[in-house]
C-alpha cells in the first residue's frame, strides 16, 4: 500500500464502516463523546498496518498520519488487538499485545466495544421498510444466536466425538485414571528403588565386617 | 512586440498579461459544473487525494489556514470542521465564478462563521506577512502565470514554521501509465467536456496545461528556491498527481 492514495481509500472505508456503524448505536456515539480529542494508534503487525483512531465529538477519523499526541498505542496482530478489545478475559501479555501511553483510554474503549450494539434493522427498514427488516433482523438474531452457542459448544463436541464415538483417543477419565496409576507406579519403583539401594548398603557394611 | 514577454496557455504561447485572463474564461464556463466533472474525470479519486492532504496538512483547531484556488470550496469544507470554531479558514480564488460557486456550496452545508471567501490573486496576497499556520493550494498552481512570485508569496504570508501544500497534477511514474493517460487526456476528457459541460476547449487546456507543468522535482526545487525547506513530495496514483510539502523556515 505505497501509493497514498491506496491507503486514503482504505482508511475512508475504515471510517465509512465507523461511522456508519455508530449512526445505529446512539448510546455508544454519546459514549464517545467524552474522549473528544483523544487518539488511539494502532501498529499492527498482521498485516502490516499503522493507524490512527482520532476520536472527535461523537466521530471516528481514520489517519495514516497524526503530527498531534497519541494517547494510546498498541501493537500486535489484528486477531489479537480485536480479542483484547472484545473479550474481557484476555490480556495484553498472553495475547501478545504492547500497550504504551494512558492505559484508560484503551480501558474505556474495550467497555464502550463490549456494549456496542447496532441496531442493524434501522439501515435495512430504509431499504426494505419496517416490517420486511423486523423479519429478517429477527432470522439473522436467531441464526447469530444458534451459531454463537454451536461455535461455543464446538471444541467439548468435537472432544466427545474423536474418543467416544470413533475411539481415536481415550476418553478424560480413562486417560486421568490412567495418569494417576503411572504417577502412582513411579512413586512406587522409587520407594522400590530406595529400599534396593538401602539394602545394598546395609549387605555393603556386613561383607566389610 | 518582439521583446513582450510571454508564457504558456496550455501549449499555446501568450503574452504574460493576457494568461491570467483566459485562464478565468476557462473557469468562468466550467465552474458550475465543475464538481461534477472533477469525479467524472477522476473517477472520485480527487476525494483521497484531497484527503491526504488534509492529512499532511496537520491542521488543528483554532489554526489559520488560507485554501488558495480553493474553488467550489472542498477543502475548505473539511479544515472548517478541523479548525473550529477558535480558528479560520480562507478561501481564496481570482475568479469570481468559482468563488461564488464555493461559497454558495458552504454555506447550503452549513458550513460558515469561521470561514472567509476572499477573491485573491495568488502571486499578490493580501494579507500580512506571517499570517497562515498552514496554505493549501490543490489543483491551481498550474494556472498560475508567474509561480515563483506566487511560491515566495506564499513564503511571506506562512508563520514560520507553517506548511505549504501543492496538490498538483504530475508526471506519472511509469511509461506505460503515462501512455493510457495521454489517451484518457487528449481524447477521452474533452469528450467529457463536451458532452457534460458542452466545453470541449477548456477541458482540452486542461490536459495540455498538466503536460507544462513543471514536474515533481522541478516544483520541489522552486519550492527550494523560494525559501522553503524540509521539501518533500509524495506521488499519488502513479505519479499522475503528486503532494508537494515545504515549510517556512
Known sequence: MSDPTFRAGFDLALETAINTAL????????????????????????????????LAGDRVYVRQQEDGGVTTRIGGSAISLVRLLKDPDATPAALGVSISGSSTLLAELQEILRDLDI????????????????????????ASSWLSANLNRAPAAAAETISEEWQLTPPQAQFEAFVEDLAELSLATERLEARVHLLQAQFARREAE | M??????????????????????????????SRYDVMNDLMS???????????????????GQQILDIAGGTGDLTARFSRIVGASGQVVLADINASMLEVGRDRLIDRGIAGNVVPVQADAQ??????????????????????????????MLRVLKAGGRLLVLEFSKPQSRLLEKIYDQYSFRL???????????????????????????QETLKQMMVEAGFVECEFHNMTGGIVALHRGIKP
Not at chain 1, 445505529?24 to 467524552?34: F, G, M, V
Not at chain 2, 510571454?6 to 465552474?31: D, I
Not at chain 2, 473517477?43 to 483547531?61: C, D, M, N, V, Y
Open chain 2, 189 to 215: 476528457l474533452p469528450l467529457m467536456g463536451k458532452l457534460v459541460a458542452n466545453d470541449a476547449d477548456s477541458y482540452r487546456y486542461l490536459a495540455e496545461s498538466i503536460r507544462r507543468h513543471p514536474n
Open chain 2, 43 to 61: 473517477g472520485g479519486i480527487h476525494r483521497l487525494w484531497k484527503r491526504f492532504t488534509i492529512e499532511l496538512s496537520g491542521a488543528r483547531p
Open chain 1, 23 to 54: 449512526q445505529y448505536d446512539p448510546a455508544t456515539r454519546a459514549r464517545l463523546q467524552p474522549l473528544d480529542g483523544r487518539t488511539l494508534a494502532l501498529d499492527l503487525t498482521a498485516p502490516q498496518i499503522q493507524c490512527y483512531l482520532c
Open chain 2, 2 to 31: 518582439k521583446d513582450r514577454k510571454t508564457t504558456h496557455f496550455g501549449y499555446q504561447e501568450v503574452p504574460v498579461e493576457e494568461k491570467a485572463g483566459r485562464v478565468a474564461e476557462v473557469f468562468h464556463s466550467v465552474a
Open chain 2, 124 to 153: 499578490h496576497l493580501p494579507f500580512p506577512d506571517n499570517t497562515f499556520d498552514c496554505i493549501t493550494i490543490a489543483f491551481g498552481l498550474r494556472n498560475v502565470t508567474d509561480k515563483d512570485l506566487a511560491l515566495r508569496d
Open chain 1, 119 to 142: 441496531d442493524w434493522e434501522a439501515p435495512l427498514a430504509q431499504l426494505v421498510g419496517d416490517i420486511p427488516a423486523h423479519t429478517i433482523g429477527t432470522v439473522l438474531r436467531g
